[in-house]
């Protein structure tokens, strides 16, 4: 596609329900990012992804939160669990390259909500 | 830990004012970025400014980074009602900075009216 495609856009969970929020990276890019945006906040970065391998978990607030790319290309978060502070809107960027002189393309992003 | 701290928090102006939106922090950065987001949508990138001192203009909008590379500015002249959205500034993580992460202040929300 065109651009960054992610879905669902917007998840109604219950609490303790388990999620998974896909994303379909710009073709080719090498570079996959996940954030997550409080109400009112900027992005905060979650995990990274350089093709198939994960290689910074660090943003990832718990051990709920998982995340993988098999194949280098469509990737999926998921969600164990959900509490009512993981709701937010998931964003998903990815670049044609490593490092921060390529430019990130985002998605529109799905909302979270745990009720 | 670096922070980005955005100033306004929230800016309502008419038609034809002009603003300024500032993005501050105690962190040397190797570059700072801003982006428009709408809502709905996810953030969509602005310009990327790299030296320090350097000033960028896209139409109506000028960015200027510090000297330090500490901070950076957001100068919009004669707001336009499709100016609405929310202004981020961005720039990468000391720790992942090699991969492209990226920390992102508050954003300022700008609400222009006709």
């Known amino acids: 596609g065109a651009g960054v495609s992610q879905s669902p856009r917007y998840k109604v969970a219950k609490r303790g329900q388990d999620v998974a929020l896909r994303c379909d990276p710009i073709?080719?890019?090498?570079?996959l990012f996940w954030y997550q945006q409080a109400l009112g906040q900027g992005p905060e970065f979650l995990t990274y992804?350089?093709?198939?391998?994960?290689?910074?978990k660090s943003g990832l607030p718990s051990d709920r939160f998982f995340a993988e790319r098999p194949e280098g290309s469509v990737s999926t978060l998921k969600i164990q669990r959900t509490q009512q502070e993981d709701s937010a809107v998931y964003l998903c960027a990815s670049s044609v390259y490593p490092g921060p002189k390529n430019i990130q393309y985002f998605g529109a992003g799905t909302r979270l909500s745990v009720l | 830990t670096q922070l980005l701290e955005q100033s306004p928090q929230f800016l309502s102006i008419q038609e034809g004012e002009n603003l300024t939106v500032y993005c501050n922090s105690s962190s040397v950065f190797s570059s700072l970025q801003w982006y428009r987001q709408e809502p709905g949508e996810g953030p969509v990138l602005l310009v990327t400014?790299?030296?320090?001192?350097e000033v960028k203009k896209l139409k109506r909008l000028t960015f200027q980074f510090g000297d330090a590379r500490k901070d950076s500015s957001l100068h919009i002249t004669a707001a336009q009602t499709g100016d609405t959205g929310l202004y981020l500034c961005a720039g990468p993580m000391n720790y992942g900075g090699s991969q492209g992460n990226l920390i992102f202040g508050k954003g300022t929300k700008l609400s222009v009216k006709p």
């Open positions: 073709s080719g890019h090498v570079s």
């Open positions: 400014v790299v030296t320090g001192g």
């Open positions: 992804f350089q093709n198939e391998a994960q290689l910074d």
